[in-house]
């Protein structure tokens, strides 16, 4: 079965600092994989997703996320973060065989200015 | 100009009601879903709707009812409400069935069972 893991309930950063939310996925086949970001009391908003191609994904907001394959992960990261990314992330994958679109736990990400 | 929208935004009702909560996409997709996400904030699948027609009917209760009148449009009927029915729903939608496409979401409705 298609999964993600986000091994981070929590993130804490500074503001100005760079950040990074992890995620690993674990699938057979080539992975179809998505970052969303949701705000308090908002619904999930899309932030990027890799289908194929380069590795380095750039996304909305600033936000990128880097694809490799040896390590199944696909992590979300952004240079310099801002008090206003402050929200829960959630990374997911896209079942090849049903088509669902499988979240992770999803990481709360605080920024601290 | 809202791309997703959900009506209503809060839901407070007592067990054994029946409700029924709506759903409008502006995008022009062909495919609409229905999400759970509970108290954890863990988010699964319900219903899928591809032109109107059924795709994915996850294993849940038969007292949930989705309903697609045109494509545009995406309902959620419940039967006989029970208190682990509390929950946030959210409506998505996407340009197409197929593993390419993202999904963009509806504000959600936070439904409260007493």
């Known amino acids: 079965a298609q999964s993600v893991a986000q091994p981070e309930d929590q993130v804490n950063v500074a503001e100005g600092n760079p950040l990074t939310v992890k995620c690993t996925y674990s699938?057979?086949?080539?992975?179809?994989l998505f970052w969303y970001v949701q705000y308090p009391n908002r619904g999930l908003q899309f932030l990027l997703k890799?289908?194929?191609?380069?590795?380095l994904v750039k996304g909305s907001y600033g936000f990128e996320a880097e694809f490799n394959k040896s390590q199944t992960s696909f992590h979300l990261k952004k240079p310099s973060a801002l008090v206003s990314d402050s929200a829960l992330y959630f990374c997911a994958v896209r079942d090849r065989n049903t088509d669902k679109l499988i979240f992770g736990t999803g990481t709360r990400l605080q920024v601290f200015p | 100009d809202t791309a997703v929208s959900q009506t209503p935004k809060y839901l407070v009702t007592q067990m054994g009601n029946d409700k029924s909560i709506k759903c409008e996409q502006n995008?022009?997709?062909?495919?609409m879903y229905w999400y759970k996400q509970d108290s954890k904030k863990f988010l699964k699948i319900m219903f899928s709707?591809?032109?109107?027609?059924?795709?994915i009917n996850e294993t849940v209760p038969n007292r949930f009812s989705p309903k697609s009148p045109d494509k545009a449009h995406l309902n959620l009927h419940i039967n006989s409400l029970e208190l682990g029915d509390s929950a946030v729903y959210f409506c998505?939608?996407?340009?197409?069935?197929?593993?390419?496409?993202?999904?963009?979401f509806g504000p959600g409705t936070r439904l409260t069972v007493t």
């Open positions: 890799y289908i194929t191609g380069d590795n």
């Open positions: 995008l022009g997709h062909d495919t």
């Open positions: 709707y591809n032109n109107k027609e059924l795709i």
């Open positions: 699938v057979s086949g080539n992975p179809y």
């Open positions: 998505a939608s996407s340009q197409a069935q197929g593993r390419y496409y993202e999904q963009y």
